[in-house]
């Protein structure tokens, strides 16, 4: 029973963080950054040399942890701002479905890139293995990096709800969240907000890359697009743009996903997903505006 | 000496033309009322002087330097601050927190000053301070209106503009608004370019006023002359004559 709870934690952590990262930059853009998941995966092949074989041949991957955690975060940060910078940026007046089209290029772009250095191949690596070895709490078996991965995400979410309430950049982020122009006109720089949601979803990227791929010691180009698939619908289910919701709805896409695993009929298992989706255009259809909407869905900068 | 200067400024929205032509200039610690009846084009001129409506035509200055296609930001941070009509909150943040938005962009002595500002706020508006914690978004019209009045103030403005800042307000409400205003302008030598739908507070108050209408300045010259002249019962409900 704590294995399945833990289990559902440590997933919907993941779709939690993930759905933060959309929302985010949703909140102030209306954009849906489709390119997200890419930037997971790049995060990540930071750590590795270019290379066509199946064993990883790692680089900054040797680091100790205390470097190396910050180091896959700040790639993710840079990839995003970037991503901003030379792409985004000019489509700032474009309507949402030109920015997402362009979103869904760029994201093709970062993950051909890396098909060209590393090949289509899952590469194995030991990231972190200190964090393998089970730990046991209340006569549960769990994995050190189960544990790890929900303190973690808890440690980030507080970080990011202090940061947002408590500091003059999370107030001006708010307010640009809610009425972008107004914003403006109170003198906040709408260059600066956009870069710093930027940054913090690609930090968030990183976060996640770690997790990942830590947890299945495999890394493959695509790893990003499964974990973005659940972390936009959970954006959708939170309500887009409310942070909240967005990760009120990552954790409970994490928790329906195991609890489905685990009491669905043998032979329906294999259809968990679809059972996911079902349950999700379920909510949908009683509470469009998501679980908890996000209020001023006005016009954007 | 001149602070705001238009030169045939001109709005579109696609083909539809809010605002046409338009000249005038506003004078350091002057009060200008802007007034004319509804879709003369007042928030559209106000909206585009901000910054955050695309100029069609024509060039504004402020402070002699050219802000026709600065960034709203930099406008804002060369002392214009803008209450725009529509009583624009941040819903989701409180009171206070809405406040202090403008704030950021002070530093050295005026960052000083802003403990002091947000007293003189509360000072002006008690029940702002009250519901200093609440959300914003559920305070009265009249309530937001007095927090986007305030939260313009609090940027220590050298220029403000206000679109309709006696609307939802309550009669007594709106006096002290202006009282307040008026005050800034002798203490620090503030700015006031005010819309009002009618001339009648220009008329209480004095100083300049502007006629608009389809778009246009139709009359220009000081609020207590004009008046009650029929110039301006012509400008309300004669026919266009252009």
């Known amino acids: ?301 | 000496m001149t602070l705001l200067s238009l030169t045939d400024v001109s709005v579109r929205y696609g083909r539809l033309t809010a605002v046409r032509g338009v000249s005038f200039s506003v004078a350091e610690n002057e009060i200008l009322f802007v007034t004319g009846p509804n879709g003369a084009g007042k928030s559209s001129l106000m909206r585009a002087i901000a910054g955050v409506t695309h100029c069609a035509a024509g060039k504004i200055t402020l402070d002699g330097r050219d802000i026709t296609a600065e960034k709203p930001e930099n406008i804002a941070r060369m002392g214009f601050s803008m209450v725009p009509e529509g009583r624009e909150v941040f819903g989701s943040l409180t009171v206070e927190e809405n406040l202090m938005v403008g704030t950021g962009m002070h530093g050295g002595a005026k960052r000083g000053r802003i403990a002091d500002e947000l007293a003189s706020v509360y000072d002006t508006f008690p029940i702002l301070k009250e519901r200093r914690n609440g959300q914003a978004g559920l305070l009265s019209g009249g309530q937001q209106q007095m927090l986007v009045i305030g939260r313009a103030l609090m940027t220590q403005p050298r220029l403000i503009a206000i679109d309709e800042p006696s609307l939802g307000l309550a009669p007594n409400i709106t006096d002290q608004v202006y009282e307040r205003l008026i005050a800034l302008r002798a203490e620090r030598g503030l700015t006031l370019l005010i819309v009002e739908q009618s001339s009648t507070r220009a008329v209480m108050v004095g100083g300049r006023m502007l006629l608009m209408r389809g778009g246009q300045i139709v009359l220009d010259g000081d609020a207590r002359a004009l008046g009650n002249s029929e110039a301006i019962q012509a400008a309300y409900f004669g026919y266009e004559d252009h």
């Not at chain 1, 985004?88 to 772009?109: D, K, N």
């Not at chain 1, 669905?264 to 298992?269: E, S």
Request: proline share 4%; hydrophobic share 60%.
């Open chain 1, 1 to 301: 029973m704590l294995q399945i709870l833990f289990d559902a934690l440590s997933l919907g952590s993941l779709y939690a963080l993930g759905a933060l990262g959309i929302a985010l930059i949703f909140g102030v853009m209306r954009l849906v950054n489709f390119a997200h998941g890419d930037v997971i995966a790049f995060s990540v092949f930071a750590l590795l040399w270019p290379s066509t074989d199946a064993l990883a041949i790692v680089f900054a991957g040797q680091l100790p942890w205390y470097l190396l955690i910050p180091f896959v975060l700040i790639v993710g940060a840079l990839l995003s701002v970037l991503c901003e910078i030379v792409v985004y940026r000019r489509f700032r007046h474009a309507s949402p479905a030109t920015m997402m089209i362009a979103s869904f290029a760029l994201g093709f772009v970062i993950r051909y890139f890396l098909l060209m250095l590393f090949t289509s191949r899952p590469k194995s690596i030991s990231l972190l293995p200190a964090l393998g070895q089970p730990v046991e709490i209340f006569g549960a078996r769990l994995p050190l990096l189960q544990l790890i991965t929900i303190v973690a995400t808890i440690c980030i979410l507080l970080a990011l709800t202090l940061f947002l309430r408590r500091t003059r950049f999370g107030l001006e982020m708010r307010a640009a969240a809610e009425n972008f122009s107004m914003a403006r006109m109170l003198g906040v720089r709408a260059n600066n907000v956009i870069m710093g949601a930027f940054a913090i979803s690609g930090a968030l990227a990183g976060a996640i890359a770690l997790i990942f791929g830590s947890q299945t010691g495999t890394l493959d180009i695509q790893m990003g697009a499964s974990v973005m698939l659940m972390a936009f619908i959970a954006t959708v289910i939170g309500g887009l743009g409310s942070l909240p919701g967005a990760v009120l709805a990552g954790f409970l896409l994490g928790a329906a996903s195991v609890v489905m695993q685990v009491f669905l009929p043998i032979d329906a298992r294999p259809f968990r997903d679809a059972f996911v989706y079902g349950a999700v255009i379920l909510v949908l259809l009683f509470s469009p505006q998501g679980l908890i909407s996000a209020r001023g869905t006005k016009e954007r900068v």
